[in-house]
């Protein structure tokens, strides 16, 4: 199970980092919940994969460049907890004042739960 939920993963990190929302939603459930958590405070949630393809969409506008870069698994259960590296390049200006050209790095972690090979939930923290 292990094996197959890594590679479940593994194929949706790389499709994230080619800006590939078909690719991100082919292992998600239809019901998933998608939760962005920023310094402990939820800013984006989504329910369905209507809407986390809308979100998936949106998003890829902000950046001309992006890459996750997973440095380590926790396996429990039907839970699989990734630690990340992000890097991104912006392609728009920010309110909280980034620019566009600017890189963003940051640290963090996502957190999928799965319902046999299917992502039921997955939580984005940084």
Known sequence: MQA??????????????????DGMIQHLH??????????????LQTEGLPAFRQQAEQAKQYFSH???????????GDTVTIEI???GQLAVDLPNGLRAGDTLRL???SVFVFE???????????
Do not use: M
Request: charged content about 30%; proline content about 2%.
């Open 4 to 21: 197959e939920q890594k590679r479940v993963i593994e194929d949706y990190i790389q499709a994230y980092n080619r800006f590939d929302a």
């Open 30 to 43: 239809p019901s998933v919940v998608f939760k962005n958590i920023t310094n402990g405070q939820t800013d």
């Open 66 to 76: 992006r890459r996750q870069t997973i440095t380590a698994w926790e396996f429990t």
């Open 85 to 87: 590296d992000y890097e």
């Open 107 to 109: 640290t963090g972690q």
């Open 116 to 126: 046999g090979d299917q992502i039921v939930a997955l939580t984005d923290k940084s």
